[in-house]
């Protein structure tokens, strides 16, 4: 089946603008995380979800940086006044329930390329 | 110190040999484990979860040591195709539930003819 999606997979933004981040997650996961990797490091956590409740916001780095996940599938990760410092791959991933437990398997989509100029 | 560390590389080595990664973590409390492969320019995926009995899928094998908090994993017969950048995970908070991952940065291994 298809795989996490994420759009636009390129943007290129000018300081001071808000991006939007799209993801639309394996078909049937509950849970939807954010992670943003610099070059040459490991994925950063910023945010999860489970269904449309945010349960763990401690990775965003401040408060232009929010997400949400109204109906319990396709979330946003809204960046607003962006800076420089925010250029990244913004990675997206999900996992599903197991048995009525959530897991913690995850699954990636191929990221979506943000470079503020 | 980083909560998961792990060597960077680049390993190089021939088509053939053996080659282990270990990864260190800094939380005694620590749940699950895994490793992830990466390719260039790609997003991370599943290599394999890392079990206390050690497991093995094929050519690779991974075992986890809780009482020295480290994880390795093992490839024998590296092929070409295993070049590629290998991710230490670890899931600091909650034992198979949905969860916050905690990457290393990363190993890259390069296989060569």
């Known amino acids: 089946g298809a795989g996490v999606s994420q759009s636009p997979r390129y943007k290129v933004t000018k300081r001071g603008q808000d991006v939007a981040l799209r993801c639309d997650p394996i078909?049937?996961?509950?849970?939807l995380y954010w992670y943003r990797q610099a070059l040459g490091q490991g994925p950063e956590f910023l945010t999860y979800?489970?269904?449309?409740?945010?349960?763990?916001k401690s990775g965003l780095p401040n408060d232009r940086f929010s997400a949400e996940r109204p109906e319990g599938s396709i979330s946003t990760l809204t960046i607003q006044r962006t800076e420089q410092r925010d250029s990244a791959m913004y990675r997206c991933?999900?996992?599903?329930?197991?048995?009525?437990?959530?897991?913690?398997?995850?699954?990636f989509g191929p990221g979506t390329r943000l470079t503020v100029l | 110190r980083k909560e998961v560390e792990q060597d960077p590389g680049p390993f190089n080595v021939p088509e053939g040999a053996t080659v282990a990664f270990n990864c260190t973590y800094s939380?005694?409390?620590?749940?699950?484990f895994f490793w992830y492969r990466q390719d260039c320019r790609k997003e991370p995926k599943l290599l394999m979860s890392?079990?206390?009995s050690g497991n093995e899928d094929g050519r690779f094998t991974a075992q986890l040591n809780r009482a020295s908090q480290y994880i390795s994993l093992l490839i024998r017969d590296s092929k070409l195709s295993d070049s590629a950048t290998y991710l230490c995970?670890?899931?600091?908070?909650?034992?198979?539930?949905?969860?916050?991952?905690?990457f290393g940065t990363g190993t890259r291994l390069q296989v060569t003819l």
């Open positions: 939380n005694s409390a620590s749940q699950s």
């Open positions: 890392v079990y206390s």
């Open positions: 991933a999900s996992s599903s329930l197991r048995g009525g437990v959530f897991t913690d398997t995850q699954y």
């Open positions: 995970v670890v899931n600091f908070l909650n034992t198979g539930t949905a969860s916050k991952l905690t």
């Open positions: 979800f489970n269904y449309e409740a945010q349960q763990d």
């Open positions: 078909s049937g996961h509950v849970s």
